[in-house]
């Protein structure tokens, strides 16, 4: 039903900067949330940002300061404006979208690399 491409992952020097995009297509909600989480290899999937569809945000705490989500919601995109990157930041990207409803339904791309080297 809602389908999320990632763009924009790839390799950069510590405290360097990357734009993660991701597009959603399908059926939209009026009141949603997109949001980035990121797994590491050996580690969980966590949540780096996310962002309602009223633009409400959270982050997690390891980026603040450093990370920035926003969204288009004319054009169903999110983005994350990652600065000042570390190593510790190495990771599978992936998009997520959620309907905010009683019963949310929860959809995922299919994940960007994000590689910061030493």
């Known amino acids: 039903q809602v389908q999320l491409v990632e763009s924009g992952g790839g390799l950069v020097q510590p405290g360097g900067s990357l734009r993660l995009s991701c597009v959603a297509s399908g059926i939209i909600f009026n009141v949603n949330a997109m949001g980035w989480y990121r797994q590491a290899p050996g580690k969980e999937r966590e949540l780096v940002a996310d962002?309602?569809?009223?633009?409400?945000?959270n982050y997690a705490d390891s980026v603040k300061g450093r990370f920035t989500i926003s969204r288009d919601n004319v054009k169903n995109m999110v983005y994350l404006q990652m600065n000042n990157l570390k190593p510790e930041d190495t990771a599978v990207y992936y998009c997520r979208y959620t309907t905010l409803t009683i019963s949310p339904l929860i959809y995922w791309g299919q994940g960007t690399q994000v590689t910061v080297s030493s």
């Open positions: 962002i309602t569809s009223g633009g409400s945000t």
